[in-house]
């Protein structure tokens, strides 16, 4: 059974800071993998996704990148800023399953200070 | 376009009670989902759908069901509902072959006492 786990649970950084948040998975047989932002009392949006045969995708000041042998995705931000604050969830999807089913990790709730 | 919505918003439902959570989508997107998320936890399947007609479970159905009867509309009936029912759902939807992203509702935040 896929698990997907993301450290750490909360991050708290000063404006301007560069900084990365974790997720791993123990199923490397993923399809693809997806970084959500999520705000308080909101749905979900998506940021980036990687497909298997990638090993990063970038949007402004976004980065992902993929291990998929190893296991690992790390969602870079550059010059975080206070509009950054959000929880951030990754979410992968199991090689060709019918209903393109995620499995989600539990987040990691930003801050960024002003 | 609206995207995707669900109402209610929020609703308080006593034990035992039943009740339908609405979802709507006007992207024609094929796929739809039932998600649900405990607090400080990850969003967990509930059923999907790649098709009008066509359903079935997720990780968690116990307690749910859905159907699908148009291409727009996705609902979750909770039947005799239950205190570990408590949560937040979410529905969300997409097309299968074009980038595969999924496109969330903004949720219903559902108390059951």
């Known amino acids: 059974k896929q698990e997907v786990t993301q450290i750490p649970a909360a991050l708290s950084v000063p404006e301007g800071e560069n900084l990365v948040l974790n997720c791993s998975f123990t199923?490397?047989?993923?399809?693809?993998l997806q970084w959500f932002r999520q705000d308080p009392g909101k749905g979900l949006t998506s940021l980036l996704l990687i497909q298997s045969s990638q090993r990063e995708q970038t949007s402004g000041r976004l980065n992902a990148s993929l291990d998929k042998s190893s296991g690992r995705s790390t969602l870079y931000i550059a010059a975080s800023q206070p509009g950054d604050s959000a929880t951030y969830l990754c979410a992968v999807r199991r090689r060709a399953n019918a209903g393109n089913m995620l499995t989600f990790g539990g987040g990691t709730r930003l801050m960024v200070k002003p | 376009n609206a995207g995707v919505t669900q109402t209610p918003k929020f609703h308080i439902l006593k034990i035992g009670q039943s009740m339908t959570l609405q979802c709507t989508q006007d992207m024609n997107h094929n796929y739809m989902y039932w998600y649900r998320q405990d607090p400080g936890m990850g969003l967990k399947l509930i059923y999907y759908s790649v098709g009008a007609g066509i359903t079935d479970k997720g990780e968690v159905p116990n307690g749910y069901n859905v159907s699908r009867s148009t291409t727009e509309d996705f609902p979750l009936r909770l039947e005799l509902a239950a205190p570990s029912q408590t949560s937040v759902y979410f529905c969300?939807?997409?097309?299968?072959?074009?980038?595969?992203?999924?496109?969330f509702g903004p949720g219903t935040r559902l108390l059951v006492l």
């Open positions: 969300a939807s997409s097309y299968l072959r074009q980038g595969e992203t999924q496109y």
């Open positions: 199923d490397s047989a993923i399809y693809n």
